[in-house]
């Protein structure tokens, strides 16, 4: 299971907490990828503790510009799934039809 969506557009994704099933913890291992057409879009994923306000890049592994690039990305210090993470996309062309995918071994 992932969380996924699509995007068309500059702009951001709504927050989406990382929830693993079977009561475990948001800490550990996941993966960023984007499938479809860029167009010469970047799509980056950011987190934030604040809802939104302050917004901060991943890491330089989950800013991707090609269909089917995969980034892998570590989440520590969150055991209670208090961050949220967003999808942004910028410099779109007008064929950018993208779909992305955050999944974790652990099931989300």
């Known amino acids: 299971m ?17 929830q693993p099933k079977r009561g475990a913890d948001t800490n550990g291992d996941y ?3 984007v ?11 950011q987190a934030s503790a604040d ?4 917004k901060t890049d991943v890491g330089t592994f989950t800013t991707l510009t090609a ?11 969150d055991a209670a799934g208090t961050k949220k993470y967003y999808v942004t996309v910028s410099g779109v062309g007008g064929s950018t039809s993208i779909t992305w995918f955050i ?6």
């Not at 860029?38 to 980056?44: E, F, N, P, S, W």
């Not at 999944?103 to 989300?108: E, H, Q, Y």
Request: net charge negative; no cysteine; proline share 2%.
């Open 67 to 77: 269909a089917g690039e995969e980034g892998q990305f570590l989440v520590t210090n």
């Open 35 to 45: 499938e479809g057409t860029l167009d010469g879009a970047t799509v980056a994923l």
């Open 2 to 18: 992932a969380i996924s969506g699509t995007a068309t557009a500059n702009g951001s994704s709504t927050g989406h907490a990382l």
């Open 103 to 108: 999944f974790s071994p652990k099931g989300l």
């Open 31 to 33: 993966s960023f990828r």
């Open 51 to 54: 809802e939104g306000t302050t």
